[in-house]
């Protein structure tokens, strides 16, 4: 473990201070005396005030546990006004508008997906950095969106049956976004430029133009002959790959090799919910890296297969234009990073009481400090154009702690001489008090809010936790269809306009937490686009390429015009109150045992490499061997889930341990390949990660709002203990 350094009244580890001496500060500008006396001055100002934050969550929840204990019969007005009389709900601001300064276009004028990555695995972080670009030949050949009925497997080497089921299927989204004046994308077989405009030959002998023509941005290689096509469709560009020495190409009437999209325009590099950073090793090494990505400089190489792959950061791409210029497009996406939220607290800063700091300070004042270095110029490649820092702040409760937050983001541009707003803030709308009271949120900080993004999966733990006393909760894929999910989407839609987000701001949707159902996200996340979100969450490159179709297949700007046309002043509070509770749930002894389940072994599935091999994001297969994203906040669903069962007598606690056991037993077959992994069974007294997943649903109303990392954390340390690792 690592030493202290005194820093004024605090204590800084050694590996942290090391870090920031030797790697951070240096190119910033900084005087280092000056940076850590500024540092010890935040830390201690603001530490009672985050403190009062957490109390007050507390606060609130006992108050409603209370009332739900003495008011068994629900009344909705009365539950209503007992919200506004314990300031849960807030009254409303006036309207306003955000002020923002210095936004990027991939915030504010280019609609696409949102990439998220846990930030310290470098293999996927530089990946997607990369993923502003992806191959839209890939994402649907390796996926499900093909069947692989009638002769179109995946498996064995190239298949031309799938092949050309993917060519056809690429000439029809051609064909929607980028039509010609008459015929079909499908009948190319030359692609060329003739006077400043797109020519495209027919299997007929006639050449044909777009019918859009400005949708042709420019080419590469010659006019008459060229390797690259570039078109435009709803802001997003498509690049038409042209060899007809290529494999592909060669099987191609126009010798097309692949159709590489605009894919993730943002990506989130996470510190939170995907990550375990417990202490300030971990810590230390998730900056590390952000300085690597900020910078443009990390890299790495890995085995795949018998091949080693060196992978850095893609270089800008250039191509002619019609009138004999030239455009550079971007090769990288733009970066956004995720502090944590307020709870959590790291040894990695101890204060002169010897209590650990809170981790969100940390991360505010360091991951701005690493940006510093590319808002200087400093690195291969700059990330923001127009100078901004954009942070997203995760799990706030109401407005008060986004003024928290924006307050403490004035604190560290005034630490590190940045121009005031320098810091954006992406607000994550995944708590109930957030939702209820986002239009006050956004007022809070509407000098930064750069997006309001609807983190469904904590929102759906927060929606349990928080009503643990009503009664049992509904099945969770009972919950989405039901009034306070679809309001929470609307009004999230709805807020975002009224505060005038369009053409300035993200209004974000979640995650598509099923990694490999990609035709199933192809089918149902349209629906984000449609009802007005410029951006939304995907989990991979591949599924950002995916995604991306659905923006070139609705103009979210027109949808925008029309919801504003409709009015943004629907009072959707009533709705988004409607508590997803059973009065009279009548669920089969086989729907409860199915339900309990398979929550428990997505959570045994998760925790189990979350403690033992500090994995903080992982796919899990559930009950029906569907792989699922886990991350932190779904397991805030699972868990608390079970726990309110439990504390309703859905099931008992010997039906749940005796779950845990046998799903435990599954998870141990399904890790048998992974030479790290330790079992869970039979010994579960020892399974450090089994024991937490218990603690997780047994001591589940005493977790503050249901929070999942207070007891990860501490298993994690304990584990790291026991086999003697510092990291
Ligand atoms: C509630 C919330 O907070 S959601 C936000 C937090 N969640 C996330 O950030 C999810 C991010 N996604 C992931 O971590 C991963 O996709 C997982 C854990 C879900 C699945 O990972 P795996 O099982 O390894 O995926 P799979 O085997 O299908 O794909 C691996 C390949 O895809 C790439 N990949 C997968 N996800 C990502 C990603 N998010 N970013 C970049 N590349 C990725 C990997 O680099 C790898 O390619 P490579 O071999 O060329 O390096
Ligand atoms: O952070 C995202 C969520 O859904 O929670
Ligand atoms: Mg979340």
Redesign the pocket.
Known sequence: MSGYVNVGSIKVAEVLYNFVNREALPETGLDVEQFWQGFEKLVVDFTPRNKEILKKRQHLQDQINEWHKENKEFNAEKYKAFLEEIGYLEPIVEDFKVNLENIDDEISQIAGPQ????IN?P???I??AN?RWGSLYDAFYGTDVISEDKGAEKSGGYNPVRGNIVIEKSREFLDDGTPLTSGSHKDAKKYAVANGKLAVTLQNGETVGLKEEDKFVGYQGDEGKPSSILLKNNGLHIDIQINENHPIGKTDAAGVKDIVLESAITTIM?C???VAAVDAEDKTDVYRNWKGLIRGEISTS?Q?GDRT?E?TFNEDRVYQTADGGEVTLTGRVLMLVRNVGHLMTNSAVLLEDGTETYEGILDGVFTSLIAKHNLLGKGKYINSKKGSVYIVKPKMHGSEEVAFSNELFARIEDLLDLNRNTLKMGIMDEERRTSLNLKNCIYAAKERAIFINT?W??RTGDEIHTSMEIGPIARTAEMRPMDWFQSYEKNNVQEGLRAGFQYEAQIGK??WAK??NMLEMFTEKIGHVEAGANTA?V????AATLHALHYHAVDVREVQNQLVEKGTDTDYRDDILKIPFETNPGWTKEEIKEEVENNAQKMLGYVVRWVEQGVG???VPDINDI?M?E????LRISSQLITNWLHHEIVSEEEVLDILKRMAVVVDEQNAGDELYRDMAPNYDESVAFQAACDLVFKGTKQPNGYTEPILHSRRLEFKKKIGVTN
Do not use: H, Q
């Open positions: 990439l998220v990555v846990p695995n293999r996927y972080a990946n997607a993923s996470d939170e919910d995907s890995f795949k792959i992978r983190g999966l904590d979640g995650m990694p490999d969450w989990p991979s490159p591949t994001c992982s796919k792989g994203m991350d932190r906040a779904t």
